[in-house]
């Protein structure tokens, strides 16, 4: 399990960039980063688990892992290499699951979307899903959390939710051993808000961190034992994002009036196409002037002596008149 970084050049696409090569997907911009080595191409991780733990700059693991500072994050999403899985592996079972606590995201594909369609992603599904009997409460020791505070079951729900990804996965291990890439995504906020709520110098948010650390570790085993240690297991602990992701929303009762979209003038983004497709319009247009050039000039200068097709049918029609 790794804790890695954002690169301070290139924050807000790293983890996409990062996420993309290590599954075999090409990005457009090359990845300066000496936390990636180039492997086979031909023998990529089958899934790539990524969770990012917010409202703690650092977590000590009980094992040693590989880990990088974080400096500046920002927030990110991996939605392209999603659309990428869905619209390579359509037809096959790979499982692409992203899942938020300020937008409840679940995208699957395939034959996989039978296996997660129970899993619990809304706040009412998750608390509800701890009160039942083969839940974490009966196994974790809770110690200063409480069962009947808001804010400890929403971190301990989010808890649920990894051991709900395991299990449902070591049910249905069929996933996990074909060919088809999988992807988790995980955003975890539960620790933040224990941290609001009873300070970070509190005993609720030591014991809540010491369980995060704990949960992790063993969904981190589990998910690397199920894919038979051919995964990338990932952990992001980011104190706070320095803008805010936010979703812009529109009103049905928005006035229809026309606004200037660009009203600088500027040019429009630059396509890494432009070159290829201008190179094959240009030259394709020189190549047919060409040819209708040569066609016309050897017509025109043409013998009529010569025993042609346009010959014969004017001699034809002389001998007729």
């Given amino acids: 399990m790794n804790l890695v970084s954002y690169d301070p050049l290139s924050q807000l696409f790293f983890e996409m960039e990062v996420a993309a090569l290590s599954m075999g997907f090409s990005v457009e911009d090359d990845l300066s980063w000496p936390g990636l080595a180039v492997g086979d191409l031909f023998h990529r991780p ?24 974080i400096e500046n994050a920002v927030p990110f999403s991996l939605d392209s290499v999603a659309n990428a899985i869905h619209t390579l592996f359509s037809e096959e079972t790979p499982v ?16 996989a979307n039978s296996v997660f369609e129970d899993l619990s992603v809304t706040l009412r599904q998750l608390r509800n899903r701890l009160f039942q009997d ?22 301990l729900s989010e808890l649920q939710v990894l051991h709900d990804i395991a299990s449902l996965l070591s049910r249905h291990k069929h996933l996990a051993k074909d060919h088809s890439p999988d992807l988790y995504s995980l955003e975890l906020a539960g620790l933040e808000e224990v941290g609001k709520r009873y300070g970070e110098d509190s005993q609720q948010f030591k014991d809540a961190s010491q369980i995060l650390v704990d949960s992790l570790q063993k969904f981190a085993d589990e998910m690397f034992n199920l894919y038979s240690g051919n995964a990338v297991v990932e952990v992001v602990a980011v104190k706070t994002f320095n803008s805010p992701l936010t979703r812009k929303t529109r009103s049905i009762l928005q006035s229809t ?15 890494y196409n ?23 000039y050897n017509l025109w ?4 002596g010569y025993d042609s097709i346009i010959y014969r049918m004017t001699n034809q029609k002389i001998r007729m008149d």
Avoid: C, H
């Fill in 46 to 69: 089958r899934a790539t688990v990524l969770v990012t733990v917010k409202g703690v700059d650092k977590l000590t693991l009980p094992v040693k892992r590989i880990s990088y500072p």
């Fill in 96 to 111: 692409v699951l992203q899942l938020a606590p300020s937008e409840e995201r679940v995208y699957m594909v395939g034959k």
């Fill in 274 to 296: 432009y070159s290829v497709i201008f190179n094959i319009i240009l030259w394709m247009m020189i190549g047919l002037a060409l040819a209708v050039i040569v066609i016309s």
């Fill in 134 to 155: 083969n839940s974490i409460l009966s196994s974790l020791p809770l110690n200063s959390l409480s069962r009947n505070n808001e804010v400890d079951l929403l971190f």
């Fill in 257 to 271: 009036q026309s606004e200037t979209e660009n009203p600088y003038n500027l040019a429009y983004p630059y396509n």
């Fill in 301 to 304: 200068n043409m013998d009529p």
